[in-house]
């Protein structure tokens, strides 16, 4: 049975729609749809990530699926032996090393091991512990906005370290990039990647938000007696007056995708 075949199968036995089924999976329904006709394919972090909620495709996702760390590592070290015996290339392992973090993704533990890129399973207690997060292929307006698409495709599930994520859940984060320079007054420029937790959804802070789908990186004050919301840029030069919105307003126009937690700093100088 084809891989498009099997998709297909797996959202029908689920109960769920293309689009119920594409959210999970990190994906448009447009995307979605296309791998049930065989038109394209998809990554291996999108079948983990879906692995990792319940949706085992049986024979591509199913063969770590409640195994032991000791049984993931055994596999590693079994693969790697057969790569180093044959004289791979260097390449080839960093390829073999790539199809095992994919089997990360989700929530798991791993690190690196010395003197050989294998990852290796691990818990959230190592203080070397990593974790695999989505990317959203959308760009986080710092400034005027991009094209509205909602967060909605993944570019690739990159590794962090457990400790930047500062107690949040990694199941509960993802990653956009900035573009703009309305955040530059906190040292957020463009170009830096930016972590949020899609767990938490209130209060006052620095959110990655959609107005009217346009994907945005900005801080909200919510003024509770006025039924108001602040949105707020970090450039008082270039940006001094904030945008105010009726808490109806936001109802209808804005998407809170999550708080900002964390940051990857690229300097611009």
């Known amino acids: 049975m084809d891989l498009a075949q099997k998709l297909l199968e797996l959202r029908v036995s689920s109960g769920k729609s293309q689009v119920e089924i594409s959210k999970l999976a990190g994906v448009s329904q447009r995307t979605w749809s296309s791998y049930e006709r065989g038109e394209t394919t998809p990554k291996m972090g999108v079948l983990w990530g879906l692995a990792a909620k319940g949706y085992v495709i049986e024979g591509l996702?199913?063969?770590f699926v409640g195994n032991t760390a000791e049984d993931v590592q055994k596999k590693?070290?079994?693969?790697?032996?057969?790569?180093?015996?044959?004289?791979?290339?260097?390449?080839?392992?960093?390829?073999?090393?790539?199809?095992?973090i994919d089997n990360f993704v989700g929530g798991s533990?791993?690190?690196f091991a010395k003197q050989k890129p294998t990852p290796?399973?691990?818990?959230?207690?190592?203080?070397?512990?990593m974790v695999m997060l989505p990317l959203y292929s959308q760009r986080a307006a710092a400034g005027t906005g991009q094209p509205p698409t909602q967060l909605e495709e993944l570019e690739a599930y990159i590794p962090v370290f457990l400790e930047i994520l500062g107690g949040s859940n990694p199941r509960n984060c993802g990653a956009v990039r900035v573009v703009g320079d309305s955040m530059t007054d906190m040292t957020l420029y463009n170009g830096d990647l930016v972590f949020f937790d899609r767990s938490k959804l209130e209060g006052d802070g620095i959110y990655v938000i959609s107005i009217h789908g346009d994907v945005r990186v900005k801080r909200l004050e919510y003024r509770t007696f006025e039924k108001k919301l602040i949105i707020r840029s970090e450039n008082q030069k270039r940006y001094p007056d904030p945008e105010e919105i009726s808490f109806e307003q936001a109802m209808e126009?804005?998407?809170?995708?999550?708080k900002v937690i964390c940051w990857l700093h690229r300097h611009p100088y």
């Open 76 to 100: 590693i070290d079994e693969r790697l032996k057969v790569a180093t015996k044959e004289k791979a290339p260097a390449n080839m392992l960093m390829e073999t090393t790539g199809q095992y």
């Open 109 to 111: 533990f791993f690190k």
């Open 61 to 63: 996702t199913s063969s």
């Open 120 to 129: 290796i399973p691990t818990d959230e207690s190592d203080p070397n512990a």
């Open 253 to 258: 126009m804005l998407v809170i995708h999550g």
